[in-house]
C-alpha cells in the first residue's frame, strides 16, 4: 500500500482510492495515459478537494471510483460494483427528468424498496418542501442543483461525490449551496469528495485539497486547511491561493 494510503488504516477510510494505470485505447490514435500511481484516502466527515489542470484525469478518476470504467489497474474500496447504491453523486448538470416532478426525481434514484419513505425531512433541509410538485423547468438553476443535491443523499450515502456543483452558477447562488453543502455534510456526518477547477471555492470549503499533475495524474500534494471555516477570510484565502500557486505552478494557476 502506498504511503500516501497508509496514513490511515482501511477501516477507518470512506474511501480508498489506488489506480496504479489507466490507459486510452483510441482505434486510430497512440494509447494515452490518464493516470498513473494515484492513491489517496477519503476520512470520514471530511470535505476533500480534488484539484488539476484541466485534462489531468479527473474525471477519469471519477468515472472509476464510481464503477462506471473497469477498466484499469488498482483497486477501489468499497468497490462500488459490489454495492446496490455507493456514493451518492452530483453531476455538473442536473440531469433531472422533465417529466418528472421534484419529488419524482429524487425518488426514481432510490431503491424501489425504499422509496416509500419519509423524506419530509430531507425536501425542506435544502429549501425544497414547496417545490416538491413542481417540474425541473420551473426552477432555476440553482434550485435544480438543489433537486440533484437531495437525490444524491436520499440514500443516506456515507460518501458524496460532487463534480463541479457550483459551476455556472452566480456569485449569491453559489455561495449559498456552497454553504448547504456544509451545513448538510456537518449535520449527516458524511464525507465529500467534491472535483473542481476553482481554487477559490476549494479552499472556501475543503478540509484537505488534495492536487493532481498534469496527465498522467499523480498525487502531487495533500494540503491541510487547518483554519476554520468561519475564520477563512478573503485576505487568507488570497494568501493561500498565493503560496499555492507559487509552490505548484504546474496545477494552481496564478
Not at 490514435?29 to 488539476?52: K, M, N, T, W
Not at 431503491?111 to 413542481?134: E, I, N, S, T, V
Not at 498522467?216 to 491541510?224: D, E, F, G, K, R
Amino acid at each position: 500500500m502506498s504511503a500516501a494510503v497508509d496514513e490511515m488504516s482501511g477501516s477507518d477510510a470512506v474511501l480508498t482510492v489506488e489506480i496504479a494505470r489507466k490507459v486510452y485505447h483510441p482505434a486510430s490514435a497512440e494509447p494515452v495515459e490518464a493516470v498513473r500511481d494515484l492513491a489517496f484516502a477519503i476520512r470520514p466527515g471530511e470535505i476533500a478537494c480534488l484539484i488539476g489542470p484541466s485534462g489531468a484525469g479527473k474525471t477519469t478518476t471519477l468515472r472509476i471510483l464510481l464503477g462506471l470504467d473497469a477498466d484499469y489497474d488498482g483497486s477501489i474500496v468499497p468497490d462500488p460494483r459490489a454495492s446496490e447504491t455507493g456514493p451518492g453523486m452530483v453531476f455538473q448538470e442536473p440531469r433531472l427528468l422533465p417529466w418528472r416532478t421534484v419529488e419524482q426525481n429524487v425518488r426514481l434514484a432510490m431503491p424501489r424498496p425504499q422509496r416509500g419513505r419519509d423524506l419530509d425531512g430531507l425536501f425542506a433541509h435544502l429549501g425544497l418542501a414547496p417545490w416538491r410538485g413542481r417540474y425541473p423547468g420551473a426552477l432555476s438553476l440553482g434550485m435544480q442543483r438543489r433537486v440533484a443535491l437531495a437525490r444524491a443523499l436520499a440514500n443516506d450515502p456515507r460518501l458524496l461525490v460532487l463534480d463541479e456543483p457550483f459551476v455556472s452558477l452566480d456569485d449569491a447562488a453559489a455561495a449559498s449551496l456552497r454553504g448547504l453543502v456544509v451545513d448538510t455534510v456537518d449535520r449527516l456526518g458524511m464525507s465529500v469528495l467534491m472535483v473542481t477547477h476553482n481554487v477559490a471555492e476549494a479552499i472556501a470549503v475543503a478540509d484537505r485539497l488534495l492536487l493532481l499533475s498534469p496527465r498522467p495524474a499523480s498525487l502531487v500534494a495533500t494540503i491541510p486547511l487547518d483554519r476554520p471555516r468561519p475564520q477563512r477570510d478573503r485576505a487568507w484565502a488570497d494568501a493561500t491561493r498565493q503560496d499555492l500557486a507559487q509552490r505548484f505552478p504546474g496545477v494552481i494557476a496564478e
